[in-house]
């Protein structure tokens, strides 16, 4: 089955422009990225989706695959959908451009349950939250699954309201890294923008609107994305922690 990683990357940040060129340790982002995606050993291959001449030099020069796309995409699903439709491949892994430090493990996580069964047609991930601050922060989501791991919704909200303590209940983050079977994606993206997507602005939500499932496997990864310059110094921190800062 042929596996394919596509990162999507554009130039114009609103909060951060230029984001997957900033230098992480003297890597640019996009390069960490593309090298943490070739490490999985189910990823056959890993291109870039961009619109960017910039970016695009950039990624040829450490040797990366890119492919050229449209500037008028509004999500970067969407920009993954056109370069899907170039690719030769079974199933595409999504990757977000601006988590340098994520583990090929997440996304063997994430793979695997589209191999083992063939009627999952979307996956993802989850991680366990560990902060208060973050059951309440609107910019980490939250989802909820069923016994079989299957997605019942994803909330900005803090999901399930909890109304008397539980000391056992484990509230989970969504990790934004999917695995689609090709042509399912290409489906997903013709489909007009759901009510429940607009509103919490989730593009997940579409799928779910429209009767689709969504495995989500656990994982323990930790993602720290890059959303402003700022964070530029946590990554960094978490690199050298890590001993991963070369």
């Known amino acids: 089955m042929q596996i394919t990683a596509v990162i999507p990357a554009r130039y114009g940040s609103t909060r951060f422009p230029g984001k997957p060129l900033a230098s992480i340790c003297g890597k640019t982002m996009i390069q960490r990225v593309y090298e ?22 950039a990624v040829q020069q450490f040797g990366g695959e890119v492919c050229m796309t449209s500037n008028m995409h509004e999500t970067g699903t969407d920009r993954i959908a056109e370069a899907a439709q170039k690719l030769d491949a079974d199933l595409i892994v999504n990757v977000q451009g601006d988590e340098p430090l994520l583990q090929p493990q997440a996304i063997e996580l994430a793979v695997k349950p589209l191999l083992i069964n063939q009627q999952i047609s979307m996956g993802t991930l989850k991680a366990p939250i560990k902060s208060e601050q973050d059951i309440e922060n609107p910019n ?15 909330s900005r909200s803090a999901i399930p309201f909890v109304r008397s303590r539980q000391t056992d209940l484990i509230m989970y983050r969504h990790i934004g890294l999917y695995v689609y079977r090709r042509d399912f994606l290409l489906q997903l ?39 402003v310059p700022e964070d530029i110094v946590k990554v960094e921190h978490a690199l050298r922690q890590q001993g991963r800062a070369l």
Do not use: W
Not at 204 to 219: D, K, N, P, S, W
């Open 36 to 57: 943490n995606a070739r490490q999985c050993s189910l990823v056959g291959r890993v291109v870039v989706a961009t619109d960017s001449d910039e970016i695009a030099r």
């Open 140 to 154: 980490i989501v939250k989802v909820v699954t069923d016994t079989r791991g299957r997605a019942l919704y994803f």
């Open 189 to 227: 993206t013709g489909l007009p923008q759901s009510m429940l997507e607009k509103a919490e602005s989730l593009e997940q939500l579409r799928a779910l609107e429209y009767g689709f499932c969504i495995h989500v496997a656990e994982t323990d990864y930790e993602p720290i994305s890059v959303d």
